[in-house]
């Protein structure tokens, strides 16, 4: 029998649609309490049509906090963005917790409103950025905000920001299965998403949590790209000698990826120097551009890219059942 999830959509045809607490904020509330014939939320279609000159758009997810799901989202927009041909795009919705801004080096940055809506903050050319840090007076400042607030703020985002055409938009989320995750979903379904990567360590109590994320994304319909394992092990840069920092006394993450049928894109050995990147607000890939962590983010980058084709070409050729 499926494990049940608390908080869940009760779904469309269920007594409690629109009017239980998992509910509240949800896009689609008022449709599903009041039946057919109530008018959806216009932000859906509105964010639909802002979202169309974006080709891929790509979730990042963490069932646990401190897995570095925000530095990993970082740095695959670092990583997209070296092709100077490609338009990248980071949108942080972790709102009590925003640390992309810190992390890509734009701390302190404020966000411009032009006739076409709100400007992204620019670390390049080709790669913008937008968090709900660069709204907040100071970074040590609290979100004190409940769910239907922070998913107004998501919605504001996606239909408010001059995002212009894009090839990736990263959207790096909170941990868990919450009101953030609910909301980007259902605001995004008929705009399509590629997909979700999943970020893990090693150990069992973090893979406990992923599991959950997992059922989240399959009960959503939303496509899992694969599962990265972080912080994989340890290469002492002197004598090349591997330590476990963090045992996978349960098999890691390529256990739990084969039990439940998910990829697992690869695994991101620590390295101090991507700590000190972050707190720089420095790409990693320039700092240590030989160290086998570069290495294993190129190789996961290209997969996921490779995923995003792969979905771009069955959306254009479609498989008539």
């Not at 997209?80 to 990248?88: F, G, I, K, M, R």
């Not at 701390?107 to 400007?119: A, L, R, T």
Request: with cysteine; hydrophobic share 35%.
């Amino acid at each position: 029998m499926e494990e049940e999830v608390p908080h869940d959509c009760p779904g469309a045809d269920s007594a409690q649609a629109g009017r239980g607490a998992s509910c509240q904020g949800c896009p689609n509330q008022r449709l599903c309490a009041s039946g057919a014939g109530a008018a959806p939320d216009p932000a859906l279609e509105e964010i639909k049509e802002k979202m169309q000159p974006v080709k891929h758009k790509i979730l990042v997810l963490s069932g646990k906090g401190g897995v570095g799901k925000s530095t990993f989202s970082a740095h695959l927009a670092h990583g997209l963005a070296e092709d100077e041909n490609s338009q990248v795009a980071l949108l942080d919705i972790d709102i009590c917790g925003p640390s992309i801004p810190k992390i890509m080096g734009l701390e302190g940055e404020q966000v411009h409103q032009s006739g076409s809506g709100w400007s992204p903050v620019y670390v390049d050319d080709n790669l913008g950025v937008m968090s709900v840090g660069f709204l907040l007076s100071s970074p040590d400042d609290a979100v004190i905000w409940r769910g239907p607030k922070k998913n107004g703020m998501i919605k504001q985002f996606l239909r408010d920001v001059d995002w212009g055409e894009l090839d990736y938009l990263i959207v790096d989320t909170p941990p868990g299965t919450s009101d953030e995750h609910l909301s980007v979903v259902q605001y995004l379904a008929a705009a399509h998403i590629d997909g979700a990567v999943i970020i893990t360590t090693p150990q069992e109590v973090s893979l406990q949590d992923v599991r959950k994320e997992i059922n989240f994304c399959r009960k959503v319909k939303l496509p899992i790209v694969g599962v990265v394992e972080n912080m994989s092990g340890f290469v002492c840069p002197k004598c090349k000698k591997e330590s476990q920092i963090f045992p996978p006394t349960t098999g890691g993450a390529e256990a739990m990826c084969r039990d439940l049928a998910v990829p697992l894109l690869g695994r991101v050995p620590l390295d101090p120097l991507i700590g000190k990147s972050c707190d720089k607000g420095q790409s990693f890939f320039a700092e240590a551009p030989d160290s086998p962590a570069t290495l294993a983010y190129r190789s996961i980058i290209q997969r996921i890219q490779e995923f995003c084709g792969l979905r771009q070409s069955e959306d254009k050729n479609p498989v008539s059942s």
